[in-house]
């Protein structure tokens, strides 16, 4: 549904989607190859001369996309037939330094990472701009009155900001905690065929610290194959942030009922069958995709069980389902957005 012709930009993040996208990943495994290659020079453990040739192959180098797409069915994943197109792109002299020492899912891992640090960066600059638009809403209707309900029944009054500033406060928070989270999953992966890292021996760290560097990831303290915790943690924030937003939107639901008129919004979807009506679409969107990524922890959290050092079927799910989270959220924080700037009455003055 987030690529679907008809649903794809109620529901998806086309931003996200360019992120995790099969041309985004062969970009970022070409810087991979090129910052392995160029660590792998200045530490003498290949020939410097050939570190420049295969680093200027690589910037050349064009994959085929449709090829490796095909030959991914049989390998099970898209790096064994990059390397083999890289390598025939870069020549036979050069092929046992070109991709030397690392595994595919030092490249894949590595990718993740990478996509990550930016689709991150598009969370943080988001929630802020959600928050300036509450605050808004906080300046322009904040001392308006509102009957505050407990378990949907008539309460006590309340002024509009206390409720707005519950949609508001967790935000604060949530940015608070992806710069933790972020820094923990935006490292780079370097650990070989069985994550011992053996073919570098005792350069193995420094090799790591240069390549980090050069793609601008964190230093990992040690490979994370099979150590998905930190990722488990990202989704579970990703759920939180949705989770936040789909308070939001159902609160602007009950808001928005007929007789019950706490909020005006400009905008609304309409009916096919009753013209006079205004649907709160954005508002509905927003509890689907906080429900949709509540769902989702749970298969991430089944990700975790990866066997002995490298597991391919855990780590499949997890290509199937965090994707998948990042869009929903970019979507929702898009979508709360727009739900704050259709307000145009909320509450009664005093």
């Known amino acids: 549904m987030f690529e679907h012709a008809l649903l794809g930009d109620l529901l998806g993040d086309k931003v996200v989607s360019t992120a995790f996208s099969g041309e985004a990943f062969l970009a970022h495994f070409c810087r991979f190859e090129i910052a392995l290659t160029d660590a792998l020079g200045s530490h003498g453990l290949i020939d410097s001369e050939n570190a420049v040739a295969i680093i200027s192959g690589c ?25 083999r197109q890289l390598k025939a792109h870069i020549g036979d002299r050069y092929h046992a330094d070109v991709h030397f020492g690392t595994t595919s899912q030092d490249l894949l891992d590595t990718a993740l990472a990478l996509s990550l640090k930016g689709i991150n960066e598009n969370f943080a600059l988001d929630i802020s701009v959600l928050n300036e638009s509450l605050q808004s809403l906080i300046h322009a209707y904040g001392q308006n009155r509102l ?48 994550g011992t890292n053996h073919v570098f021996g005792e350069k193995a760290a420094a090799i790591a610290g240069d390549m980090a560097t050069s793609l601008d990831l964190g230093i990992p303290a040690k490979h994370w194959q099979t150590e998905r915790d930190n990722l488990v943690d990202y989704a579970n924030w990703l759920s939180m942030v949705t989770g936040t937003l789909g308070k939001m939107g159902q609160d602007f639901c009950l808001m928005a009922q007929q007789g019950i008129d706490d909020v005006v919004l400009k905008g609304g979807g309409s009916s096919s069958a009753m013209p006079h009506k205004q649907n709160p679409i954005a508002a509905e969107t927003l509890v689907t995709l906080a429900r949709f990524n509540a769902v989702q922890v749970s298969a991430m959290h089944q990700a975790l069980v990866h066997e002995q050092e490298r597991s391919g079927s855990a780590w499949a799910l997890e290509w199937m389902v965090l994707p998948k989270m990042c869009e929903a959220t970019a979507c929702a924080l898009k979508t709360a957005h727009r739900l704050a700037g259709q307000v145009s009455g909320m509450g009664q003055q005093h």
């Open 59 to 83: 910037r050349s180098f064009t994959p085929d996309i449709q090829k490796i797409r095909a030959e991914t069915v049989i390998d099970g994943l898209a790096v064994p037939a990059f390397v």
């Open 147 to 194: 009957m505050g309900r407990t378990r949907m029944q008539a309460a006590l009054p309340v002024k509009a900001c206390d409720r707005i500033m519950a949609w508001q406060a967790p935000l604060e928070r949530h940015l608070t905690r992806l710069e933790r989270i972020g820094s923990a999953i935006c490292v780079l992966q370097l650990g070989g065929a069985v």
